[in-house]
């Protein structure tokens, strides 16, 4: 009984010590783990570009990126060429995250349009092993994407990477569950 008290006494002080360590950087847990996009069975098709992957995919809805990157001096037709391209890819769900006024007034600036919407942009093809592998990406805005591998979970600045490996035919889209900012220009 006495061993057993020393043992709750010592796992309850390396946890104060582990919980007080890490009190500067708040660890996020995700609800659930970065997974690798599959096929519904029967659904198998030619992967398409990374904007035809966007309007019609298996995975959730990407209309306020879409019309981000067809306002934002055509990124969609950049998307569309020859790449190859991964794109960070947030979904409806995670624009609505944004306030309505400060979503407003970005699209209202294509300047600043580009450059977020850019940022979710990296030249090259990168899976998710690939990202496994990297702590940063140089992204096609010309910053960089800081990536996070915390337990198999890939973060993207603060953005937790949902579903990874949706497949295209110049590229690859991976989700996102928020819009990651670049350092903004005045």
């Not at 995700?30 to 069975?41: D, G, L, P, V, Y």
């Not at 029967?42 to 209309?63: A, S, W, Y």
């Not at 973060?155 to 996102?176: E, K, Q």
Request: proline content about 4%.
């Amino acid at each position: 009984m006495r061993e057993l008290s020393r043992s709750v006494i010592l796992a309850l002080g390396a946890a104060a010590v582990f919980a007080t360590s890490t009190a500067a950087e708040p660890i996020k847990i995700a609800s659930n783990e970065t997974k690798r996009f599959e096929f519904k069975e029967g659904f198998e098709r030619r992967p398409k570009d990374v904007i035809n992957t966007l309007k019609d995919n298996e995975v959730t809805r990407f209309q306020t990126m879409l019309e981000g990157l067809d306002q934002a001096y055509d990124l969609d037709d950049t998307l569309k060429g020859k790449g190859p391209w991964t794109l960070f890819a947030p979904s409806d769900k995670a624009f609505k995250k944004i306030p309505q006024d400060d979503l407003q007034k970005l699209f209202a600036n294509k300047k600043k349009l580009k450059q977020v919407l850019s940022y979710h942009m990296v030249q090259g093809k990168y899976t998710l092993e690939d990202l496994r592998k990297k702590t940063s990406l140089k992204t096609y805005e010309g910053h960089s994407v800081k990536i996070t591998n915390r337990f198999g979970n890939i973060f993207l600045d603060d953005a937790f990477m949902s579903t990874a490996d949706v497949p295209c035919s110049n590229g690859v889209v991976h989700v996102i569950d928020n819009v990651i900012m670049p350092p903004l220009s005045k």
